[in-house]
């Protein structure tokens, strides 16, 4: 059974820092792209941040010098810092693992509250 349990967010003033954490388990953690999406309330559900097998790393454009996307390969976590946040980031964050060669497959955590506002 695969889980991704999000963990970190919470209430923050603009400016301020969030770590996000995803612990996953019942994958092969390190053969999959580990990313982190948000959704916020009346739009879509949008990439943040993905971290490929290979090392590879892709920001938004709204979030790159502000967010920083690692992953540890031994505890099976991904994490999403966050600095320099800004209303516009209030979202629910979603962890994602998608293995992208076949058997092709894709889950989601169940998502994490972030506001930011003062």
């Known amino acids: 059974q695969v889980q991704l349990v999000e963990s970190g967010g919470g209430l923050v003033q603009p400016g301020g820092s969030l770590r996000l954490s995803c612990a996953a388990s019942?994958?092969?953690?390190?053969?999959?792209?580990m990313g982190w999406f948000r959704q916020a309330p009346g739009k879509e559900r949008e990439l943040v941040a993905s971290?490929?097998?290979?090392?590879?790393?892709n920001y938004a454009d709204s979030v790159k010098g502000r967010f920083t996307i690692s992953r540890d390969n031994v505890k099976n976590t991904v994490y999403l810092q966050m600095n320099s946040l800004k209303p516009e980031d209030t979202a629910v964050y979603y962890c994602?693992?998608?293995?992208?060669?076949?058997?092709?497959?894709?889950?989601w955590g169940q998502g994490t509250q972030v506001t930011v506002s003062s």
């Open positions: 019942g994958i092969i953690f390190n053969i999959y792209t």
């Open positions: 971290f490929t097998s290979g090392g590879n790393t």
């Open positions: 994602n693992a998608a293995h992208k060669l076949p058997p092709f497959r894709n889950y």
